[in-house]
């Protein structure tokens, strides 16, 4: 399950808020050609509007620039595509969340990111990637925050809890920009807090460390919001300081645990001043 614009639930995601969506009416329209193809020789002539039909379909024909004499500049062809946008105005809405994949390691250690895959588990709303990211269209940018949580990491394949891990998930301030590669802050430069997320027995992270996104009222501009978690800036690191003993035999065995992250508004100042 892949996280959508239109949908915002699921295990790895929530925010309780709904995007609508503004699609314009599209007109279907053939491909044209100004030369025709004589289906017995392969020879082509001059013949303008041609229709084709769509580019690159079974009955398709050639969309040919055929000029009607040689040199004329009259030969042309001609073919539509789309272009689409949805269009948000007055809401905030969670659009993507990054996957953590730190490849092997020790137990007692702490590793580096190593990519941002989700190791084949379709039970996701992630789509492999690094960003996490928020779109703000309210006016005036009233606020929100962002927290994350981690469950224990389980063997994959495995429901027994007693070989759950409590290992902890790193994350360092990087900064959030826009689609552009702007910092949205509006004084200064805007960035993540620096998280150290555990999953205890209940699957939940510790609150002191789970803000991962925190921007107050008229501190950044309005629009998408992105803050990207990758291997070559070392953006997340893995702890693997869990208190169960380790195996004393040699074993290989792949752990997973699910993030979660919430979206929430913060409370609108109605304050307008005391009255006397």
Same mark, same amino acid.
């Given at each position: 399950?892949? *996280? &959508?614009?239109?949908?915002?639930?699921?295990? =790895?995601?929530?925010?309780?808020?709904?995007?609508?969506? +503004?699609?314009?009416?599209?007109?279907?329209?053939?491909?044209? %050609? !100004?030369?025709?193809?004589?289906?017995?020789?392969? %020879?082509?002539?001059?013949?303008?509007?041609?229709?084709?039909?769509?580019?690159?379909?079974?009955?398709?024909? =050639?969309?040919?620039?055929?000029? &009607?004499?040689?040199?004329?500049?009259? @030969?042309?062809?001609?073919?539509?595509?789309?272009?689409?946008?949805?269009?948000?105005?007055? *809401?905030?809405?969670?659009?993507?969340?990054?996957? /953590? @994949? /730190?490849?092997?390691?020790?137990?007692?250690?702490?590793?580096?990111?190593?990519?941002?895959?989700?190791?084949?588990?379709?039970?996701?709303? !992630?789509?492999?990637?690094?960003?996490?990211?928020?779109?703000?269209?309210?006016?005036?940018?009233? @606020? /929100?925050?962002?927290?994350?949580?981690?469950?224990?990491?389980?063997?994959?394949?495995?429901?027994?809890?007693?070989?759950?891990?409590?290992?902890? +998930?790193? *994350?360092?301030?990087?900064?959030?920009?826009?689609?552009?590669?702007?910092?949205? &802050?509006?004084?200064?430069?805007?960035?993540? %807090?620096?998280?150290?997320?555990? @999953?205890?027995?209940?699957?939940?992270?510790?609150?002191?460390?789970?803000?991962?996104?925190?921007?107050?009222?008229?501190?950044?501009?309005?629009?998408?919001?992105?803050? !990207? /978690?990758?291997?070559?800036?070392?953006?997340?690191? +893995?702890? +693997?300081?869990?208190?169960? !003993?380790?195996?004393?035999?040699?074993? %290989?065995?792949?752990?997973?645990?699910?993030?979660?992250?919430?979206?929430?508004?913060?409370?609108?100042?109605?304050?307008?001043?005391?009255?006397?």
């Amino acid at each position: 399950m892949k *996280l &959508s614009k239109n949908v915002l639930v699921g295990s =790895l995601a929530t925010a309780g808020i709904v995007l609508g969506a +503004l699609a314009p009416a599209v007109t279907a329209q053939a491909a044209t %050609s !100004s030369g025709k193809t004589n289906t017995t020789d392969g %020879s082509v002539s001059y013949a303008k509007d041609t229709d084709v039909g769509p580019l690159g379909g079974e009955d398709s024909k =050639l969309a040919i620039a055929y000029d &009607s004499a040689t040199g004329a500049g009259d @030969g042309e062809a001609s073919a539509q595509s789309n272009a689409n946008v949805t269009v948000q105005s007055g *809401l905030l809405t969670l659009d993507a969340v990054p996957d /953590f @994949g /730190f490849a092997n390691a020790a137990e007692g250690t702490t590793v580096n990111l190593d990519n941002n895959d989700t190791n084949g588990n379709p039970a996701t709303d !992630s789509q492999g990637q690094d960003k996490l990211t928020v779109t703000d269209s309210r006016t005036g940018a009233p @606020g /929100f925050t962002v927290d994350a949580s981690i469950t224990k990491f389980m063997p994959e394949g495995s429901s027994d809890t007693a070989d759950a891990k409590a290992y902890t +998930l790193n *994350l360092t301030p990087t900064k959030l920009l826009n689609d552009k590669g702007v910092n949205v &802050s509006t004084n200064g430069v805007a960035k993540t %807090s620096e998280a150290h997320i555990n @999953g205890d027995s209940k699957g939940n992270g510790s609150a002191d460390d789970s803000n991962v996104i925190n921007l107050a009222a008229g501190t950044y501009a309005e629009g998408p919001i992105n803050a !990207s /978690f990758n291997k070559d800036a070392e953006d997340a690191t +893995l702890n +693997l300081n869990d208190t169960a !003993s380790a195996a004393k035999t040699g074993t %290989s065995k792949s752990y997973n645990a699910t993030v979660t992250w919430t979206l929430k508004t913060v409370p609108v100042s109605t304050d307008t001043g005391s009255q006397g």
